[in-house]
Nanobody, 124 residues
Framework: VQLQASGGGLVQPGGSLRLSCVPS????????IGWFRQAPGKEREAVSC????????YYADSVKGRFTISRDNAKNTVYLQLDNLKPEDTAVYYC??????????????????WGQGTQVTVSS
């Protein structure tokens, strides 16, 4: 049972990326999915979360209005659209799944399964 995050890369400030989170060994539709990020020398921080039905979403203040989380349960995939990227968005981005993680979405302990992360670098 694991999650695979992908879609990261190098992008200039103001650019966009779309991250994907795909499970292996289970169905995403039963779980709330969160995205976290960790920059070098910094603590991991919660970025966004979507509940299992996709009708409730949550965002950190630092990304609100620039990032959009969505899910396609038929494709067993959750997406994080990153727009208007800033250098301070540079980090490894992780997705995580938790049965009712949306109730405490910014708390790492709310999640049961974690992916290996994908690197996002914003630089000119």
């Amino acid at each position: 049972v694991q999650l695979q995050a992908s879609g990261g890369g190098l992008v200039q400030p103001g650019g966009s990326l779309r991250l994907s989170c795909v499970p292996s060994g289970f169905t995403l539709g039963y779980y709330a999915i969160g995205w976290f990020r960790q920059a070098p020398g910094k603590e991991r921080e919660a970025v966004s979360c979507i509940n299992r039905w996709g009708d409730s979403t949550y965002y950190a203040d630092s990304v609100k209005g620039r990032f959009t989380i969505s899910r396609d349960n038929a494709k067993n995939t959750v997406y994080l659209q990153l727009d208007n990227l800033k250098p301070e968005d540079t980090a490894v981005y992780y997705c995580a799944a938790g049965d009712r993680a949306d109730r405490a979405w910014a708390t790492s302990r709310a999640y049961d399964y974690w992916g290996q992360g994908t690197q996002v670098t914003v630089s000119s």
